[in-house]
């Protein structure tokens, strides 16, 4: 099974990007399951448009992160769609499920998406580390997908150890940069501390870059503007055995 993964897609140039590109990436890496991490198509969140769009372009499941629930229009949306997971470790009372389930080639795959809890702003995520001890005891897929969305690369390296043997595949967003470390771990889950983004090339993270630069210098800028500059795809692909064990991971960056 070949699992194509697509980092935090980023504004409308995102969107197109994906609109354009999605469908003949996954004829390239023969995809049999497609996840994109959509929580910043509006920057701060996702509107219902950009989910439809997105889906539309090819995704099986959208992920994502701690950006998933500020845009108010997705709240219904996400409580009606099944195959769009909320982190787990959010507050239960808020919208949505933290997780999306998939039949793929007569096998159970369930995509779950956690935060982290270092240097990501706030303090009401609970623990991830018991929160998915706590799901695998009880539930009964055949194979386990995560998408942590933490900052730091300690806690990511530490989540992947943690669970490694007991999922298929952990794949870390949030930073939107792509780090150099794909891996197969010891017990044969796969790796990639952050996948990257899909949005402009020349921005900081997806926002324009002169805005951030002034944010920065200390200017007082007010709302995030998305850039418009010209795009970019990033992403990985991770393939697995018949007993969900990772073969290979091979990460890729297309303009
Ligand atoms: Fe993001
Ligand atoms: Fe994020």
Known sequence: MKILILGDVCGEVGVKM?????????????A?????????????????????????????????????????????????????????????????????KIEVQGKKVCVVPLLGRVHMGKFDYD??????????????????????????????????????GRVSVIFGTHTHVQTADEQILPKGTGYITDVGMCGPYHSVLGVEKE??????????????RESKEAGYISGAVFELDNNGK?????????K
């Open 18 to 30: 994906l609109s354009k590109n999605l469908r003949n990436l996954q004829k390239k890496y023969n």
């Open 32 to 100: 049999d399951l497609t996840i994109v991490n959509g929580e910043n198509t509006a920057i701060n969140g996702i509107l219902p448009h950009h989910a439809d769009e997105i889906f539309s372009a090819g995704a099986d499941i959208i992920t994502l992160g701690n950006h998933a629930l500020d845009m108010n229009q997705i709240h219904d949306y996400i409580d009606d769609c099944r195959y769009m997971a909320r982190p787990m470790n959010l507050p239960p009372q808020q919208p949505g499920e933290g997780f999306a």
């Open 127 to 164: 623990d991830p580390f018991r929160m998915i001890d706590n799901f695998l005891k009880k539930d009964n897929s055949d194979i386990y997908i995560i998408d942590f969305h933490a900052e730091t690369t300690s806690e990511k390296k530490a989540f992947s150890y943690y669970l490694d």
């Open 211 to 224: 805005q951030s630069v002034a944010k920065f210098c200390g200017n007082i800028v007010g709302r995030y």
């Open 246 to 254: 990772c073969i290979s991971v091979e990460r890729f960056q297309e």
